[in-house]
């Protein structure tokens, strides 16, 4: 079965930083694309980004609304992914999840449980 | 510009009737069109894929249909636990786009 576990959610000020874990387990970690979402209170989810699998290219994707100040990252080694978030901003105040790709990227057909990030001003 | 957009906001349907949901892309998606299924204060799951293929444990009583811009996800038989946000999503190139989906509710 697989399972992703989200950590490193907290209460932040505005300018400051967090990392993100995804632990995951339960299907090839190493090949799988992964991605990280986030849901703003009251709102759809939003792509925030994106890594490849061990088997493409290693790309990395981001939303042009974290592009510069955000970071994902993996150790397959350790079937973790992270997301490192700097320069954080009001608007960044989410439930962060990590999903699984069922192709290379997309679609997204196992999620985490997500993890609270709430920036203050 | 990458915009989903999902009609109506909220649908009220009686338990056994039929649930039509609608998504419509800014641009073609070639084909590349999910939908999820968010219950209050879960993650959201993935129902179909490919506009038309339903994920592994999804029952049948969901299904997808539509090409280019234009994407319907139908509930034939509404049960309790349908009761849910359910989003469209656009996976065709980045950034993947997601609607602002449509609240099932039970009448």
């Known amino acids: 079965e697989v399972h992703l576990l989200e950590s490193g959610g907290n209460l932040v000020q505005s300018g400051g930083s967090l990392r993100l874990s995804c632990a995951a387990s339960?299907?090839?970690?190493?090949?799988?694309?992964m991605t990280w979402l986030r849901q703003g209170p009251g709102k759809g989810p939003e792509w925030v980004s994106t890594?490849?699998?061990?088997?493409?290219?290693?790309?990395?994707f981001y939303a042009d609304s974290v592009k510069g100040r955000f970071i994902i990252s993996r150790d397959n080694s350790k079937n973790t992914l992270y997301l490192r978030m700097d320069n954080l901003r009001v608007e960044d105040t989410a439930v962060y999840y990590c999903?699984?790709?069922?192709?290379?990227?997309?679609?997204?057909?196992?999620w985490g449980q997500g993890t609270l990030v709430t920036v203050s001003s | 510009e990458k915009v989903m957009t999902q009609s109506p906001a909220t649908l009220s349907v009686s338990p056994g009737e039929r649930a039509t949901l609608s998504c419509r892309a800014g641009?073609?998606?070639?084909?590349?069109l999910a939908w999820y299924q968010q219950q209050p204060g879960q993650a959201p799951r993935l129902l179909i894929y490919?506009?038309?293929t339903r994920a592994t444990g999804v029952p049948a009583r969901f299904s997808g249909s539509g090409s280019g811009t234009e994407f319907t996800l139908t509930i034939s038989s509404l049960q309790s636990e349908d009761s849910a946000v359910y989003y469209c999503?656009?996976?065709?190139?980045?950034?993947?786009?997601f609607g602002q989906g449509t609240k099932v509710e039970i009448k």
């Open positions: 490919d506009v038309s």
């Open positions: 339960g299907f090839t970690f190493s090949s799988s694309g």
């Open positions: 999903a699984k790709a069922l192709y290379k990227w997309n679609p997204f057909d196992q």
């Open positions: 890594i490849s699998g061990s088997d493409s290219d290693g790309g990395t």
């Open positions: 641009q073609s998606v070639n084909s590349k």
């Open positions: 999503q656009e996976y065709n190139n980045w950034p993947v786009t």
